[in-house]
C-alpha cells in the first residue's frame, strides 16, 4: 500500500493446534484517511473489504474523517475513551519527560487498554463485529495504527489460537512499517529544536517496543488470572463466540 501505513494482513499466521488464519478477512493499519485511488481499489478487490473499523477517539475522527468507501460498512469504537483526553503534543511532552519515562508512559496505556471500561466495551464490540462478518475482510485501524490496533490484533491472534510468538512477530512489524514516517516526523522536530533526548523520548510514544505489549498481557494475568478469564469476563465473550470465531477465520 502507498497510502494507507502500517498494512497487513493476519492471514498466514498457524494456530498451535495446526489451523491458519483466512488470508483477505482480518486487515490492520494505521488512520484510513487519505488513500490514493489504487489503495482504495486494491482495498475493495483484493482484500473484498467489507467493514472498517475505527479505534480514534471522536476528535481523531472529527479532525481526520475515514474516506467512504462504496460498499464499505463503517463502526466507530472509541477505545480510549476520556482517557486519551487533553494529552499534550509530542513537542510539550518531550519537554517534560525522559525516554525512560517515555517507556514507563506507554506501558501505563497499555494497562489501560485492558482495565479502562471504554477499551473493554470496544473490544467486545469488535469481536462482535468479526463474528457478524461472514465474508470479505475487516479493516481495523487507529492513528498509527500501533497500540489500540496492536493490541486488538493481539488479542483476536491469541483468540483464534496463534503463539505469543508469532502474534508479538506481527507486532513488532510496526517499527519496519512505521519507520519512514517517524523518521520524518522526527527530522522535522529536530529542525524545530528538539535535542537528541526529546526526540528519542517522543520515539518511545511514536513506535512500539516489546515490553509494552507485554505489559498488557501481564494486567491480564494480574487483573483476571487468565486470558480466558479475560475473554470471558473482561469481554463478556462466550465459549460458544470463541468457537465461532475460529470457524469463521480459521481454515
Known sequence: MKTLVNFRDLGEWMTEDGRRVKSNRLLRAGE???????DISSLREDYQLKQIIDFRTLGEV?????????GVEYLHLDIMKNVLKNLPSFEEMAQQITPQMADEKMKQINHLLVTSESARLGYQQFFRACLANQEGSVLFHCFHGKDRTGFGAALILKTLGVSDENIMEDYLKTVEERAEENRIMLEHMRKQGLSDVQLEAIGNFISVKREYLEAAF???????????NYL??????????????KANYLE
Open 32 to 38: 484510513v484517511v487519505q488513500l490514493d485511488a489504487e
Open 62 to 70: 472529527n479532525e481526520r474523517p475515514v474516506d467512504e468507501i462504496d
Open 218 to 228: 501481564a494486567m491480564i494475568e494480574q487483573e483476571y488470572g487468565s486470558f480466558e
Open 232 to 245: 470471558k469476563k473482561g469481554l463478556g465473550i462466550t465459549e460458544e463466540e470463541i468457537e465461532q470465531l
